[in-house]
Structure formats: structure tokens, C-alpha cells
């Protein structure tokens, strides 16, 4: 609770909800981070931004003028899931799409993904709670996906850059070992560690990926440091992943891994992320809008909901965050929130209640 000499503070957080699921989810977060940040003294303040494919429809552009600008003002930018099937440019490609737009335009470097097994929730793997808690840590403005849109073609062929800049490695780099200062290191053995990943064994961008990243580590004598080459990661995050504190890689790596990942602590409903950059910062979930479910409270805004976790820490409460990551846990393990096919039983509402009861039990 505010200490009697702190002075009450307005969290302000500027929200796109985002199409398909993403109004539901994001109403489901909001409800939890105004519980969550009362609970510690302060008050919420909200400012809605309109983005995404219902915005490109109503308007031709994904994203309303001004919301980058303002975005480096909050305190936080929580997003929904965006996108819709139907909704297209001229060339065919989808429209309303905000990675590209929020990620370059905010410079937000780090993308960092959390991966942790709850109780109670059924995987393809037979880990108990506890065994899998990582974080990857993805860069998210370089890579192969800086070609994007800008790829060449033929009717022949076709080519795709992949770069990577000293700058660029550096500080996503210096963001994971910074991150794994903060843990308590990998279930397994309790020790802090940062693991690279790359294909510096054939690629010569990841060569000097890994280059850089030995560079970094040799500033951390107190966070361990290895390798894996990217398929042998694919295998170890699944065979051993409890090996695993936090780990570090180029954009599209880490856009597959991650998936992966949620796949072995109950899907991606279950996954948040946080987009950092120097001066702004969003968050979201790693899934998609998935408008066949949309209206119908069948949604699981877990991952929604942890990614507000995500916002109050990088909004200077992380006690706040920890008390919704602290319900999110006892609504699942005491058998309040169950999922059925990545569904929540009981329908997006009612896991929200569970949560913020849970919330104002403390």
C-alpha cells in the first residue's frame, strides 16, 4: 500500500484496442491494472488511440495522426491485437497491421517475451509449474525483417536482407543481461544467465551477432553467459528449459522461438510482451485479433492481462505488476481459472473476476 509520505500518482496509459478480440482483451486488462494500481495508493488514467484494420478502413491509415508523438508522453501504450482478414491494401497484403508502424516509430529495440508454466495448465510437455520461467529477448528492429516490404522479386527469384548494425546488437544485448540482473536465475540452478542464439556457424550477420554479444557479457562478470546455435535452442527450449534464464537473438529467431515456447506453457493466450525502446514502450499480446471468436467471451485475456503486468513495471510499480502476475498464478492454482483447449472455461469475464478478487484479497 502508498506509504504515508508518497504522494498519490496517475499511471497514464495510452490504449489501442485493437480488432477482433482485442476491445474484449483490453477491457479485461484495464479492469485488472485499475484494481492493481489502486491497490498500491494510485489511480489510472486512460487516453484510447485509434489504430489498427478498422481504423485503415474507416480512414486509409492504420494508425491516427499524432499517436507516436504522444505515445513517448505515457507511461505506457497498451495494445491489443490487431488485424483482420478482409482488410486489405490494393496490393493484396493485409492492411492495419501496427508492428512495423509502432516498432520503427517508436524505436522500441527490445521485444521481451516471458515464458512461464502456471498451475494447472495442460501443455503437449509433462513440466510441473516452476520448471519453465525464461525470458527471450527478441531485437525488434533489425534483422531479417528490416527487409520488409523492401525485398526484391522476379518471376525467377526473390531476395530478402537480413542486417544487423553494432548499435542495434549492442544495446538489446545490454538489455538482456541488465533484464537477467533482475531475476532469480534459471529454475534449474538458481543462476543468472544469458544465452545467445544465432546461426553463427553459417551466417556471417551472426557471427558478428555473437561477436558483439561477447563483447557485452565480458561488462557482466556476474551474469553467466553461453551459446546455442538456433536449431539446437528449438530442441533445448522443449528437451531442457529449465536450463534457461534469459535469452537473446536477432528478430526473426526470435519470432519463431517464442512460439514455440508458448506452446510448452499452455499456448499463446498465455504469453505477454513488452516493445522498449529509449524514450517509449508498448505492450501487448504475441497473438493474433482471431475475429471468429470476437463478441463471444471466449477469449483467454491472460496474455493481455499479464502484458499490463509487463506496463506497471516498466512504469516504476513493480509491486503492482507482481500482484497481477500473483493473481493471475492463484486464480489458476486454485482452480478458479482452468483452460480447455486454450479456452478459458468459464469465458473472458469470469476470468477477469477471478483475478481481480484475487487482487483485492491481496
Known amino acids: 500500500m502508498q506509504s504515508r509520505d508518497e504522494v498519490a500518482r496517475t499511471l497514464t496509459i495510452g490504449v489501442i484496442e485493437g480488432d477482433g478480440i482485442g476491445p474484449e482483451l483490453v477491457a479485461s486488462a484495464v479492469e485488472v491494472l485499475d484494481a492493481a494500481v489502486a491497490g498500491v495508493g494510485h489511480r489510472l488514467e486512460l487516453v484510447r488511440e485509434d489504430g489498427g484494420a478498422d481504423t485503415y478502413r474507416r480512414t486509409g491509415e492504420a494508425l491516427a495522426p499524432g499517436v507516436l508523438d504522444r505515445a513517448r508522453g505515457y507511461d505506457g501504450l497498451l495494445k491489443g491485437p490487431v488485424g483482420l482478414p478482409d482488410v486489405r491494401r490494393p496490393d493484396g497484403t493485409e492492411a492495419g497491421l501496427l508492428g512495423g508502424l509502432l516498432r520503427g516509430g517508436l524505436d522500441t529495440y527490445a521485444n521481451v517475451r516471458p515464458m512461464r508454466l502456471l498451475p494447472g495448465v495442460a501443455t503437449p510437455t509433462r513440466y510441473a509449474p516452476g520448471d519453465i520461467d525464461y525470458v527471450i529477448v527478441r531485437e525488434n528492429t533489425e534483422g531479417l525483417y528490416l527487409s520488409r516490404g523492401v525485398g526484391v522479386r522476379n518471376d525467377r527469384a526473390a531476395v530478402d536482407q537480413l542486417m544487423m548494425t553494432r548499435h542495434g546488437v549492442e544495446r538489446v544485448v545490454r538489455h538482456a543481461f541488465d533484464l537477467a540482473r533482475t531475476r532469480r536465475g534459471a529454475p534449474v540452478d538458481g543462476v543468472s544467465r544469458v544465452t545467445c542464439v544465432d546461426k553463427s556457424n553459417v551466417l556471417r550477420s551472426f557471427a558478428f551477432f555473437r561477436e ?151
Open 212 to 362: 558483439i554479444f561477447e563483447e557485452v557479457a565480458a561488462d557482466y562478470p556476474d551474469v553467466e553467459h553461453d551459446f546455442r546455435y538456433a536449431d539446437a535452442a528449438a530442441h533445448d527450449l522443449v528437451a531442457s528449459p529449465g536450463h534457461f534464464d534469459v535469452l537473446v537473438m536477432e528478430n526473426f529467431l526470435g519470432d519463431i522461438l517464442s512460439d514455440l515456447g508458448a506452446a510448452t506453457v499452455g499456448g499463446l493466450g498465455m504469453c505477454p510482451s513488452a516493445n522498449v525502446g529509449a524514450d517509449a514502450a508498448y505492450f501487448e499480446p504475441i497473438h493474433g485479433s482471431a475475429p471468429s471468436l470476437a463478441g463471444r467471451d471466449l477469449a483467454n485475456p491472460v496474455s493481455q492481462v499479464l502484458a499490463g503486468a509487463l506496463l506497471l513495471d516498466h512504469a516504476g510499480l513493480p509491486a503492482a505488476g507482481d500482484a497481477v502476475r500473483a493473481a493471475v498464478h492463484g486464480a489458476f492454482a486454485d482452480g478458479a481459472v482452468r483452460l480447455a483447449d486454450g479456452r478459458p472455461e468459464g469465458g473472458t469475464r469470469a476470468v477477469t473476476a477471478a483475478v481481480v478478487e484475487r487482487l483485492a484479497a491481496g
